[in-house]
């Protein structure tokens, strides 16, 4: 019952895409598909910060992670991808070119 207190005023204020647009959304706004490397990935897909918590095998700690490190978007497509804030966010990425 608590989850549904906390989900309500988000799904209180939805507004969803309308039928005839979906099909021009962007599928990866953020640029992170492209980032994975490998083919086979489960759950292939580009997705920002609250789709990502879904993947996420603590997701109570991912709640308060996320946001701290400033992950905004995740790729998998053969390896998970993460975009984070800065270099500092995401201590195994390589140092930027």
Same mark, same amino acid.
């Given at each position: 019952?608590?989850? &549904?207190?906390?989900?309500r005023p988000l799904l209180d204020t939805f507004d969803p895409t309308p039928t005839a647009e979906l099909a021009r959304l962007?599928? #990866?706004? #953020?640029?992170?598909? #492209? &980032?994975s490397v490998g083919d086979n990935g489960s759950g292939r897909g580009a997705y920002?910060?609250?789709?990502?918590?879904?993947?996420a095998e603590d997701q109570p700690a991912a709640v308060t992670m996320y946001p701290r490190l400033g992950v905004s978007a995740m790729a998998i497509k053969g390896s998970t991808v993460y975009r984070a804030k800065d270099a500092a966010a995401a201590p195994n990425s390589p140092p930027p070119p």
């Amino acid at each position: 019952m608590r989850a &549904l207190e906390q989900q309500r005023p988000l799904l209180d204020t939805f507004d969803p895409t309308p039928t005839a647009e979906l099909a021009r959304l962007p599928y #990866d706004p #953020d640029g992170v598909y #492209d &980032l994975s490397v490998g083919d086979n990935g489960s759950g292939r897909g580009a997705y920002r910060q609250h789709a990502a918590l879904l993947f996420a095998e603590d997701q109570p700690a991912a709640v308060t992670m996320y946001p701290r490190l400033g992950v905004s978007a995740m790729a998998i497509k053969g390896s998970t991808v993460y975009r984070a804030k800065d270099a500092a966010a995401a201590p195994n990425s390589p140092p930027p070119p």
